[in-house]
C-alpha cells in the first residue's frame, strides 16, 4: 500500500504542475464529455489510403473533445517496420509507421494511442514474414510515437502523465513504459496500459527471435508495471474524487475466438483481470474498459455475472461497475468509430453510439 501511495502521490504532483494550471481539457469541469475512441486502424494499404475518410468524419465532430486508439496499426499479416534493426530486415516495412503517425497529425483533436500486440508482440510470427524482433519493434514504437513523453499526438496537443514520469521511484524500470499514461477530464480519469494480444505476449516467440528468457522478463517486467500504473490510476481517482475512471487496453481478454482448441488463450490476463476485478470493486464508481484487438464490436459488463461465459473465465466476484466496449475494427463493415460520451451527472454515466464514417471509400462519406 505504501508503494501505492508514493505512486500516486508522484502522480498528482505531476498534475500540479504548471503544465496543468491552464488545462484547456477542463481538469476540473463537471460537464459532459465526448470523446472518438478507435481501433485496428488503419489495418492495411487501402484503409491507409483512405485514412481521410476517418479523419474528416472525426474531425467534423465539434464535439469530440480527444480520440483514443486502442492498437493494432496494421493486421497481423502484415510485416513489421524492423526500424530498429540495422541492417534491416528484407521482409519488413520501414515506412509504415511513419505513415500512419502522418495520419494520426491529421486529427485536429488530440490523440493518445497504446500499442498492440501486431505492432511489436507478434513481429517474430511468419504471417508477419519474421520481419521484427519484438523488443526491438516496441523501441521503434516508442521511439516514433512517443518521442515526446507527456504530449499527445494529433494537431491539437494535450499533456498527460506517463509513466516515464510518474513511475514509482521503488521501481525504476517502470519509467520504460511511456506508453502508459493517465489525464483527466471533466472529472473523469484516463489510464492507458500496454496490454496486448497474443494472450499478453505469452504466445512463444519462434524461428530466429526465439528467447524464451527474455520474453519471460518482458511479461513480467511489464505486468509488475502495468499494476502499479493501475493502482496509481485508482488511487488518483480516489485522491481527486473522480467520478469514473476510462482504462484504455489492446487486448480483449474476454475473446471467446481465444479459448477455442489451439487458439491462444486467455489465461494470462487472469491475474490482470482480477486485480481490475478488485480495484474496480473498492473504487465504488463506474469504470468502463476500452479494448480493440477482436475487431468486432461489443458492449457489456462481462464481470456482473461469476456464472456467467465471461466471468468463469477469470474466476472474479460479481463486479457490477465495470462496463467493456470492443470497438469495430476498421476491416469490418460497418466501418464505424465509436462515439463515447461521458456524463457523471446522468445515469448511465457512460452513452455512446458508433458513427459510420463510410459506406464506401470510392464515395463521399455523409
Not at 102 to 114: A, I
Not at 155 to 174: C, K, L, N, W, Y
Not at 196 to 215: E, H, I, K, L, R
Not at 287 to 294: A, F, H, I, M, Q
Amino acid at each position: 500500500m505504501k508503494m501505492r501511495l508514493l505512486a500516486a502521490a508522484a502522480i498528482a504532483a505531476c498534475f500540479a504542475a504548471p503544465v496543468f494550471a491552464d488545462n484547456s481539457h477542463d481538469f476540473d469541469s463537471n460537464g459532459a464529455l465526448t470523446l472518438a475512441v478507435i481501433g485496428d486502424w488503419p489495418y492495411n494499404n487501402l484503409l491507409l489510403d483512405n485514412a481521410g475518410l476517418l479523419t474528416a468524419s472525426v474531425n467534423a465532430d465539434r464535439h469530440v473533445r480527444f480520440l483514443i486508439h486502442v492498437g493494432d496499426i496494421h493486421s497481423g499479416s502484415q510485416p513489421c517496420t524492423s526500424a530498429a534493426i540495422l541492417p534491416p530486415i528484407a521482409t519488413s516495412n520501414p515506412g509504415w509507421n511513419q505513415a500512419v503517425f502522418q495520419r494520426f497529425q491529421q486529427f485536429n483533436v488530440p490523440v493518445v494511442y497504446t500499442p498492440g500486440d501486431n505492432e511489436w508482440t507478434d513481429c517474430h510470427k511468419s504471417k508477419e514474414k519474421s520481419a521484427g524482433d519484438p523488443l526491438k519493434e516496441l523501441a521503434a514504437v516508442r521511439g516514433l510515437f512517443f518521442s515526446r513523453p507527456g504530449i499527445t499526438l494529433g494537431r491539437s496537443e494535450m499533456p498527460v502523465i506517463t509513466q516515464a514520469h510518474g513511475f514509482d521511484r521503488a521501481f525504476p524500470s517502470d519509467a520504460q513504459f511511456v506508453e502508459n499514461a493517465i489525464w483527466m477530464s471533466s472529472r473523469v480519469l484516463f489510464v492507458t496500459l500496454n496490454v496486448p494480444g497474443s494472450n499478453n505476449d505469452t504466445v512463444a516467440w519462434t524461428g530466429t527471435f526465439a528467447n524464451s528468457a527474455a520474453q519471460a522478463q518482458e511479461v513480467q517486467t511489464r505486468d509488475a508495471a502495468n499494476g502499479r500504473w493501475l493502482d496509481a490510476a485508482f488511487d488518483l481517482a480516489a485522491d481527486t474524487h473522480a467520478k469514473a475512471l476510462v482504462l484504455a487496453i489492446q487486448a480483449d481478454m474476454w475473446d471467446p475466438a481465444a479459448v477455442a482448441s489451439g487458439a491462444d488463450g486467455l489465461n494470462a490476463y487472469t491475474p490482470f483481470v482480477q486485480h481490475l476485478a478488485t480495484r474496480t470493486l473498492a473504487f465504488g464508481r463506474p469504470v468502463l474498459l476500452l479494448n480493440g484487438d477482436s475487431h468486432l464490436y461489443e458492449a457489456d459488463q462481462p464481470l456482473a455475472d461469476p456464472n456467467s461465459p465471461t466471468g468463469r473465465i477469470h474466476n472474479t466476484p460479481a463486479v457490477g461497475n465495470l462496463t467493456r466496449i470492443t470497438v469495430q475494427g476498421s476491416t469490418n463493415a460497418p466501418a464505424e468509430w465509436l462515439r463515447l460520451t461521458i456524463d457523471t451527472s446522468h445515469t448511465p454515466a457512460f452513452t455512446w453510439t458508433n458513427v459510420p464514417y463510410c459506406a464506401d471509400p470510392n464515395t463521399q462519406c455523409q
